[in-house]
């Protein structure tokens, strides 16, 4: 008999996924099977049990039931899985090479908040920054009450501050391609590189869309890409809630169905004309609520 063994899940295809087992470094394909006329998809993250047959090949036998799920909502409606059983959110924004896009970090935040998860701010390539820039974006989130940390992997700055920062817990990383996700993935020590996951189950050894690293007790997955955070069409009272400044001011407004964009007498607004509210964070507002990804 080929007994049952706990595996995480590290990305997935159309008929097979890459997985983690436990006393394992490297992850392997594993095919997944039906169950009642149907495959169970399962989602990076996930705890699995497989079996491993006399041929080597892995097969997932069940999933277990998920203690969280990361989904994102589409412009009509739907909803997406994402990954399971993550409680962190480690966003990673370059401060140059590519600069700084204070929208795309606002909507990763906004997610965390909207999704009940912690989330932590990472700012790389400081080597190439203007300083002043550095200090102001690290001030602004540490204002708000998010630990931001500036981490040079190359060179092996504040990445022990970042493992710390991260032990225990089952962290995502998410960022646009270049900002040094794959760098500080080796600099904590992760080194498997997963292939795709073709659409007929086979495993290729191409670009990376999703590599996880065991960390003791926890994990740390490298998303697929920023694109699959998008929070979709979203109402104002809600993508409120997800920028954790706003929601004070905003009972200052006069009309209750306030959208925050062109009313008069707008807490929201109010508090960005005094400085309460960084104007980069309520554009990234504006964007977001007018361009829904």
Known sequence: MNELRRALVVSTGKNAAWVSLDGETLPRVAQLRRQTGKRFMPVPGDIVHVRVLEDDKTVIDRIEPRAAALERRTADGRSK??????????TVTALADPPPRPVTLDQLLA?????SLDA???FTKPDLADPALRARLVELYE????????????AGSNVDALRDAIAGRHALLAGVSGVGKSSIFRALGGEASVGEVSRHGLGRQTTTTARLYRLGEGFLIDSPGVNE???????PVELLHGFREFPEPARD???TDCTHLREPDCGVQAAVAAG???ESR????????????
Do not use: H, M
């Not at 997610?111 to 999704?115: K, P, Q, T």
């Open 81 to 90: 899985t994402l990954a399971a059983n993550v409680d962190l959110l480690v």
């Open 111 to 115: 997610f965390a908040e909207l999704e």
């Open 120 to 122: 932590l701010v990472v």
């Open 143 to 154: 204002r708000l009450g998010y630990r931001a940390l500036v981490v040079n992997p190359r």
């Open 229 to 235: 955070f998008g929070l979709g069409k979203i109402e």
């Open 253 to 255: 407004c006069r009309f």
């Open 276 to 278: 309460r509210i960084a």
């Open 282 to 293: 309520y554009q990234s507002f504006r964007k977001i609520l007018l361009e829904p990804t």
